[in-house]
């Protein structure tokens, strides 16, 4: 019996400490993403409105984990578009954001640090 109550004892800190690691994992992914200018263009929720009250530059963080969710190689296509910018001529945002296209952006941010900050943008729950 003492040996099972150890490892139940050890998986309920886990479970308790839990929230506080994801915690974390967000707080530094929105550090990354305001020292490398993301919030310039983009919200992690949608409805934000962009400068003069137009429509936002960049689609909201949600709004791309919801469209991207489940599609075969997103993490990687999008970790693409973050470092070399996107076509203003194929933007799949038309309507929704009043930016045309997203600039490249490799001076601004490492691209290990924006396939970290993809994949957790990737992982938001969608806003209820």
């Not at 949608?46 to 599609?71: E, H, L, N, S, T």
């Amino acid at each position: 019996m003492h040996a099972l109550i150890r490892p139940l004892g050890l998986a309920l800190l886990a479970a308790l400490a839990a929230p506080s690691f994801a915690q974390q994992g967000d707080d530094a992914m929105l550090k990354l993403a305001t020292t490398s200018g993301c919030f310039a263009c983009h919200h992690v929720e949608p409805g934000a409105k962009g400068p003069d009250g137009m429509a936002p530059i960049g689609p909201a963080w949600r709004d791309v984990a919801r469209k991207y969710q489940g599609v075969p190689g997103a993490a990687q296509s999008l970790t693409r578009t973050v470092m070399g910018g996107s076509n203003p001529y194929a933007s799949h945002w038309k309507g929704q954001v009043s930016g045309l296209a997203m600039p490249p952006n490799a001076v601004a941010i490492r691209e290990a640090d924006a396939a970290a900050l993809v994949l957790w943008i990737l992982q938001l729950a969608p806003a209820r």
